[in-house]
C-alpha cells in the first residue's frame, strides 16, 4: 500500500506545478491539463465514474451525470487518483468508488489497497491540508469563535465538497474529534 505521506507529495506536486493555491481545486480544469478528457455519461446508478486507458494517448474519465456536483468532483479526483498513483491500463470502473474490476459486491467496501489510496487522494486533492488551515484561521479572525457545525458547512461550500467528506476529512487532520 503507497503510504500517505507519499500520496500527499504526489498532490502537492501536483498542486505546486498547476500553480493551484486556493479552493476549490478545479479538478476537470486540473484533468484537462494533463490530456484526460471528461466524459459526463448516463451510467447505472451505482457506478460513480471509470477512468478509460485503452488508448493511453487519449485518457477520458466517464462521470456518472445523475449524481450530485460534489459527488462528481469525488469521482474525477478519485480516478485522477488512480491515473497518477496506478497508471492503470484498459479501463478502471468505480462502483460508489470502490473499483469493481468485474469483482463481486464487496468490490464496494474500500478493502482493496488501490481504492483507498485512490480515495485518500481524491480527499488530499479536494481538500488540501495548507488550504483548510488558511481557511479555518481566516473564518477564526473574522468570527473569533465559530459552531464545529457552522464550519463544517462553510468549508465543505468553499471546497465544492459533501459534507461527510468534509467532516472525515477534517477528523482525519485532528482539526475536529466527532
Known sequence: MIPTAKIKKVVEKILEKSNISSAPVEVENL???????IIKAELPHDISGAIDMENPSRPRIL????????RQRFSIAHELGHFFLHKPDGIHIDKNFSSIFLRNEDSSTALY???????????????????????????????RTIEISTLIKNLKDQFEVSEPAMKFRLQNLGIINE
Open 31 to 37: 484533468a484537462k491539463e494533463v490530456g484526460i478528457e
Open 63 to 70: 462521470i456518472n451525470k445523475d449524481h450530485p456536483l460534489v
Open 113 to 143: 489497497p488501490i481504492e483507498i489510496e485512490a480515495n485518500k487522494f481524491a480527499a488530499l486533492l479536494l481538500m488540501p491540508e495548507k488550504f483548510l488551515v488558511n481557511s479555518i484561521r481566516q473564518k477564526l479572525q473574522e468570527e
